[in-house]
């Protein structure tokens, strides 16, 4: 707690015997009292009854302002005094718990999924300083108690006395201070301690009457004593005080003097106080600000909600401190940097800080609905949401969209703007909801015989129209647009008017019952037509679950917290809205709720009434809103219920409520998410349907794959979906356009139907009928590529366990959907595709020797040829696969023989990627294996790359086919071109070896070559390497079968490797003035270097000195501007 010292005076205090006409907060009469006396009353342990004075006493101290009662009574007898003294001060602990923690009874510590160490919280700190004896020294003077609290040692900390001072007023603390400096937004544990201690040992403490009071008994002697013994008790600290009143008090014109009498702070409150718990609003504020500044680091977002719980906290005491707090907590929100600066880059704010936001604005939603607040409070309240309104930051109610939906005032789809244009709408921000409910009011009759009538009943009500009052039952309804009526709803509980809300909720859900089976029969009695026509329409333009007001999460849990007995039953009352008051009426066993059983079914319960509202609200046809985050809101939303309705267990009743829905939604018509006809921008219906597949498959699985089967369906992305229904005006068309895409969310909603159609195959395993039947659904309604294939996968994975045998049906199914995969991502590109295509392999393989004979022989519509060879055949063809499957050798040659079919089909489409694999699968058959070599002949002048060339001339070597592979080097030599500086060409290899094949092969193969090689190379370093080797053996020493060649060396002064020499010389030649022409001094000495071994080939000529020497003389004269050059060149080569 930020303990600040408040003003000490309240009001101002005088002698009796002042007339009436005293400046406010005069004393106007009184006597003078007495002794300490007696009767701390109220602990006494015998049965005796309550004496009227305690009676009185305490009602008058827990309404009256103790002015009014000593301006309403000439003279006050000081017993009567003592006791209004005494029964003014609190009695419940538990106010002080919630101003004293963030959690009372765990509710937040719960909600926020962590543990809290409940021995921290300074109200649990506060009970065990108490229970260990630290309070000393208590005192209570008037309206004022005070006392110590020893914080005794710890390892780290020495002992600390804490001086402690509380006012209080009707029942409530108003001001609090401590020594201990802390600063918190709530009661440290020494204030704790202190306010406990008169509460459950009130005969322990001292009370006194007001000081004034005994100072009225004093005369002049006794008062200068008092005064004198104060100042030199506390001299250092009031002394300059002192002396200043003193001064002040003396001079007659001061304004001191113009007031009668003088402040008491242990007098009590003054009539014009308000009466309310202190709450340090400074600390409030710097606590928020704070909490934004960290902008969702350090647990600032959970304390930030530990601020909404406890406002939500105050409003169900009816403490009006919550709508204070929420006020300051809203000024900080606005005041919040981030606000412009998103806004000016025009960025969107992070989701947990927009939910924040939107927990703000449903918190005013609550305050302004307060049944019971005064007119000029909420006029107030409209004034400030209207400010805060206006400001060109305030966050938009569904983020950077403008909501585009008629007010919630109006229920739809009637009103005459529902067809309104949609830009003359004003954007909505978070607090236009709030702005729009100031305009309801509680006085309607039916509504108030609903809300405080248990008994509420017409059975002679014959009204069988849309909004009759009352149902064939007699039981009564209430017609409002839907998130309205609920936040009614949510507004009484959160003001602790449970009874009332769950009366309210009761209605509302009845309503929804009868408008649900209302639909139901208009669609069967005009099915026909629509079917006929193909269209439907969207019945509420709103969904309800996803809405800002969450209208179905708030029915479900006033059922479901009624149904648990959760809520506290000691705030319960009833409501006299038409009086303007209401009484509290004190009751047990809130959760039985005897009486209002009446509204249920035979049999039902409050579980069972909250499922079948949280089924009614997730299974009903709305339109996807507009904007990431209302999109990203309906899928939290949606997970949220249903992970609410997972924690209930199903008995009987639950699944036949389940049942009766699921017949309902399938039948519905425009009402129903699952109806036969929806629109195309509905919301799906994945999540819900998987949630209900799994409840409804042990007790009817016919009904619950009916549901999911229906639920698969995704028309957004249809090319052809029903068109909308423009005979009515409220239809959706005419208020969001078709402008697809703007679903945001689609790549989550595509895996929500993914997981329902993997949660289909898996239950289905086994039944042929039906995984035929969920395989059609999904080839008929998954349109993702990436979804199908994890969907084979799964399907494979749940068919072969390793615990049972393989189910083959489901392997056909997973067949089948990866073979729509190879279809779908054959002409596009897919990063996965290579993974695809080997689990594809795989599957074929485990559903047997057909299956990959099957997808060979139509290869061409599953694989492109690279994949077809490199991947598919060669997986077939290899020895693990012909292990794997127990192969015979007529299935053997089967295989090999489609394989060998589809090398040679791939070799002819796409030669350059498939030769080499078609030779090499077809190496076994010799006619096939000619028919791949006679297609990359054909191809080889064409299209087929020297690289690929000399790939497959090195194979036919290896293969021992060296006469072919030379064909195909010279071949790639056709292709070659390098230049005089690819010294590093990754081509040089290939010719090298090319090289040698020829002249291993003979004179006249080299003799050959040895043209190509000219033409192609003009690299001098890559020719003179060649002419070496060549040089060292003979051609043809290894020559084919092995046999030795005892022939000559070659002469160079003859072809072929005269022509070769020519060539290696003039390629220096050329080479050493291109280097020349852009050389630095940097490169000189690799230069020298490079001269040098052109020197080595020019000797290898029979008149080679000569020309070297010709040709340096030339570049001396050429280049003599080089001067350090060839300075360098003489000094080398003279």
């Given at each position: 707690m930020a303990e600040r010292v408040q003003p000490p005076a309240k009001r101002l205090c005088c002698r009796p015997g002042y007339s009436t006409t005293c400046r406010p907060g005069q004393r106007a009469g009184g006597t003078v009292c007495g002794g300490s006396g007696s009767g701390q009353g109220g602990s006494s342990k015998t049965q005796s009854p309550e004496s009227l004075l305690d009676i009185a006493a305490r009602k008058v101290a827990e309404k009256w302002p103790f002015q009014r009662v000593e301006e309403r009574f000439e003279r006050i007898p000081e017993p009567v005094q003592r006791r209004i003294v005494y029964w003014s001060f609190p009695r419940s602990e538990r106010e002080?718990?919630?101003?004293?923690?963030?959690?009372?009874?765990?509710?937040?510590?719960?909600?926020?999924?962590?543990?809290?160490?409940?021995?921290?919280?300074?109200?649990?700190?506060?009970?065990?300083?108490?229970?260990?004896?630290?309070?000393?020294?208590?005192?209570?003077?008037?309206?004022?108690?005070?006392?110590?609290?020893?914080?005794?040692?710890?390892?780290?900390?020495?002992?600390?006395?804490?001086?402690?001072?509380?006012?209080?007023?009707?029942?409530?603390?108003?001001?609090?201070?401590?020594?201990?400096?802390?600063?918190?937004?709530?009661?440290?544990?020494?204030?704790?301690?202190?306010?406990?201690?008169?509460?459950?040992?009130?005969?322990?403490?001292?009370?006194?009457?007001?000081?004034?009071?005994?100072?009225?008994?004093?005369?002049?002697?006794?008062?200068q004593k008092f005064v004198q013994y104060l100042i030199t008790v506390h001299h250092t600290e009031v002394l300059p005080t002192a002396q200043k009143l003193a001064d002040e008090i003396l001079s007659q014109n001061s304004e001191i003097n113009q007031v009668h009498g003088a402040p008491d702070p242990t007098a009590g409150a003054s009539v014009d106080d308000e009466n309310c718990w202190h709450l340090d609003e400074e600390q409030v504020q710097e606590q928020v600000k704070l909490f934004l500044s960290q902008g969702g680091y350090h647990g600032s977002g959970k304390q930030l909600n530990l601020l909404f719980s406890k406002v939500r906290e105050m409003l169900k005491m009816r403490d009006s401190n919550g709508a204070r707090m929420l006020t300051l907590i809203t000024e900080q929100f606005m005041a919040d940097p981030r606000l412009a600066l998103w806004r000016q880059q025009g960025t969107t704010m992070t989701d947990k800080y927009r939910q924040l936001w939107d927990e703000l604005g449903a918190l005013w939603m609550c305050i302004v609905l307060n049944p019971h607040c005064k007119p000029e409070q909420k006029a107030a309240w409209l004034r400030q949401l209207k400010k805060w309104n206006s400001v060109d930051v305030c966050p938009l109610e569904d983020g950077n969209h403008g909501n585009e939906l008629p007010n919630l005032t109006n229920a739809?789809?009637?009103?005459?703007?529902?067809?309104?244009?949609?830009?003359?709408?004003?954007?909505?921000?978070?607090?236009?909801?709030?702005?729009?409910?100031?305009?309801?009011?509680?006085?309607?009759?039916?509504?108030?015989?609903?809300?405080?009538?248990?008994?509420?009943?017409?059975?002679?009500?014959?009204?069988?129209?849309?909004?009759?009052?009352?149902?064939?039952?007699?039981?009564?309804?209430?017609?409002?647009?839907?998130?309205?009526?609920?936040?009614?709803?949510?507004?009484?509980?959160?003001?602790?008017?449970?009874?009332?809300?769950?009366?309210?909720?009761?209605?509302?859900?009845?309503t929804l019952?009868?408008?649900?089976?209302?639909?139901?029969?208009?669609?069967?009695?005009?099915?026909?037509?629509?079917?006929?026509?193909?269209?439907?329409?969207?019945?509420?333009?709103?969904?309800?679950?996803?809405?800002?007001?969450?209208?179905?999460?708030?029915?479900?849990?006033?059922?479901?917290?009624?149904?648990?007995?959760?809520?506290?039953?000691?705030?319960?009352?009833?409501?006299?809205?038409?009086?303007?008051?209401?009484?509290?009426?004190?009751?047990?066993?809130?959760?039985?709720?005897?009486?209002?059983?009446?509204?249920?079914?035979?049999?039902?319960?409050?579980?069972?009434?909250?499922?079948?509202?949280?089924?009614?609200?997730?299974?009903?046809?709305?339109?996807?809103?507009?904007?990431?985050?209302?999109?990203?809101?309906?899928c939290r939303n949606e997970e949220h219920l249903i992970a609410k309705l997972q924690e209930v267990d199903l008995d009987d009743t639950l699944v036949k409520i389940f049942r009766k829905q699921a017949v309902f939604l399938l039948?519905?018509?425009?009402?129903?998410?699952?109806?036969?006809?929806?629109?195309?921008?509905?919301?799906?219906?994945?999540?819900?349907?998987?949630?209900?597949?799994?409840?409804?498959?042990?007790?009817?699985?016919?009904?619950?794959?009916?549901?999911?089967?229906?639920?698969?369906?995704?028309?957004?992305?249809?090319?052809?979906?029903?068109s909308g229904d423009m005979s009515r005006p409220h239809h959706i068309v005419s208020v969001v356009p078709n402008r697809y895409p703007r679903w945001f969310t689609l790549s989550h909603i595509e895996s929500q139907q993914c997981e329902l159609a993997s949660t289909m195959l898996t239950a289905a395993k086994g039944d042929t009928r039906r995984l035929e039947t969920v395989l059609e659904s999904i080839q008929k309604n998954i349109h993702s590529s990436s979804h199908i294939f994890k969907l084979a996968q799964d399907a494979f994975k749940i068919a072969t366990l390793m615990d049972s045998l393989p189910d083959i049906t489901l392997l056909k199914v997973s067949l089948e959907l990866g073979l729509q995969v190879m279809r779908m991502t054959l002409s596009t590109l897919n990063w996965r595709r290579r993974e695809m295509v080997r689990w594809l392999v795989t599957c074929a393989t485990e559903v047997g020797v057909y299956a990959l004979d099957s997808i060979m022989q139509s290869w061409f519509t599953l694989f492109t040829p690279t994949e077809a060879t490199s991947i598919v055949a060669t997986t077939v063809m290899s020895n693990s696969t012909i292990v794997r499957l127990h192969l015979d050798c007529h299935q053997q040659e089967n295989l090999a023989s489609s394989a060998?079919?589809?090398?040679?089909?791939?070799?002819?489409?796409?030669?350059?990627?498939?030769?080499?694999?078609?030779?090499?699968l077809c190496e076994k058959d010799h006619i096939a294996f000619e028919t791949a070599y006679q297609i990359v002949l054909d191809a080889a002048t064409t299209g087929m790359s020297y690289t690929q060339l000399f790939t497959i001339a090195r194979y036919m070597e290896h293969r021992g086919y060296p006469m072919r592979a030379y064909k195909l080097a010279t071949l790639a030599m056709a292709h070659l071109n390098l230049s005089y500086n690819q010294d590093?060409?990754?081509?040089?290899?290939?010719?090298?070896?090319?090289?040698?094949?020829?002249?291993?092969?003979?004179?006249?193969?080299?003799?050959?070559?040895?043209?190509?090689?000219?033409?192609?190379?003009?690299?001098?370093?890559?020719?003179?390497?060649?002419?070496?080797?060549?040089?060292?053996?003979?051609?043809?020493?290894?020559?084919?079968?092995?046999?030795?060649?005892?022939?000559?060396?070659?002469?160079?002064?003859?072809?072929?490797?005269?022509?070769?020499?020519?060539?290696?010389?003039?390629?220096?030649?050329?080479?050493?003035?291109?280097?020349?022409?852009h050389i630095s001094p940097r490169h000189y000495s690799e230069f020298i270097e490079f001269l040098s071994k052109a020197r080595e080939t020019f000797l290898m000529a029979h008149d080679g000195h000569i020309q070297f020497t010709q040709f340096i003389d030339n570049l001396k004269q050429i280049y003599k501007g080089k001067k350090k050059l060839m300075m360098l060149v003489r000094e080398r080569f003279g």
């Open positions: 002080i718990c919630m101003y004293s923690s963030f959690n009372t009874g765990g509710e937040e510590s719960a909600s926020s999924g962590e543990s809290v160490d409940e021995t921290r919280l300074p109200f649990r700190r506060g009970i065990a300083l108490l229970e260990s004896g630290c309070v000393d020294n208590v005192l209570q003077v008037g309206f004022h108690l005070s006392g110590t609290v020893t914080e005794p040692a710890t390892s780290s900390e020495p002992e600390m006395v804490c001086s402690v001072a509380i006012s209080f007023d009707r029942c409530k603390i108003t001001s609090v201070t401590c020594g201990c400096g802390n600063k918190d937004i709530f009661y440290c544990a020494h204030v704790v301690a202190l306010s406990l201690y008169r509460v459950r040992r009130p005969e322990q403490v001292k009370l006194h009457l007001p000081i004034s009071e005994t100072l009225f008994q004093m005369n002049r002697d006794q008062l739809l789809p009637q009103g005459a703007h529902g067809n309104q244009d949609l830009g003359t709408r004003p954007h909505r921000t978070v607090f236009t909801r709030a702005i729009e409910a100031c305009d309801l009011h509680w006085q309607d009759s039916h509504l108030q015989h609903i809300i405080n009538d248990d008994l509420y009943t017409n059975y002679c009500y014959h009204d069988n129209t849309e909004n009759s009052l009352f149902d064939s039952r007699g039981w009564p309804l209430w017609h409002e647009h839907v998130p309205t009526a609920c936040a009614r709803v949510d507004a009484l509980r959160s003001h602790g008017y449970p009874r009332e809300a769950l009366r309210l909720a009761i209605a509302i859900v009845n019952r009868r408008q649900q089976q209302k639909q139901l029969e208009l669609f069967r009695n005009h099915k026909k037509d629509l079917l006929h026509k193909g269209v439907t329409s969207i019945t509420n333009l709103e969904g309800w679950v996803g809405h800002p007001l969450d209208p179905i999460g708030t029915l479900f849990s006033t059922l479901m917290e009624t149904g648990r007995g959760d809520e506290d039953g000691s705030q319960g009352g009833f409501l006299d809205f038409s009086a303007g008051t209401m009484s509290s009426s004190k009751h047990s066993e809130l959760h039985l709720f005897p009486s209002m059983r009446r509204f249920l079914e035979e049999g039902e319960s409050y579980l069972a009434l909250a499922v079948e509202t949280a089924l009614m609200g997730l299974g009903q046809q709305r339109i996807m809103p507009d904007g990431l985050y209302a999109q990203e809101k309906v039948e519905g018509g425009p009402y129903s998410g699952l109806g036969e006809l929806i629109y195309r921008e509905s919301v799906p219906m994945h999540t819900f349907a998987k949630y209900l597949f799994t409840c409804l498959l042990p007790h009817d699985a016919e009904l619950a794959y009916k549901i999911a089967l229906r639920a698969m369906r995704l028309p957004v992305l249809e090319s052809t979906a029903p060998r079919t589809l090398a040679l089909q791939c070799a002819m489409k796409d030669p350059q990627n498939c030769a080499l694999s078609a030779l090499t590093t060409h990754p081509a040089i290899n290939d010719v090298l070896w090319a090289c040698a094949l020829s002249h291993s092969l003979g004179k006249n193969e080299l003799a050959a070559i040895i043209p190509l090689v000219v033409k192609s190379v003009k690299c001098a370093t890559v020719l003179s390497d060649i002419l070496r080797r060549c040089t060292l053996t003979t051609p043809g020493m290894v020559a084919l079968h092995s046999r030795r060649n005892s022939g000559k060396l070659m002469s160079l002064d003859k072809a072929p490797l005269r022509q070769l020499l020519d060539a290696t010389i003039g390629a220096y030649i050329n080479t050493t003035h291109s280097r020349l022409t």
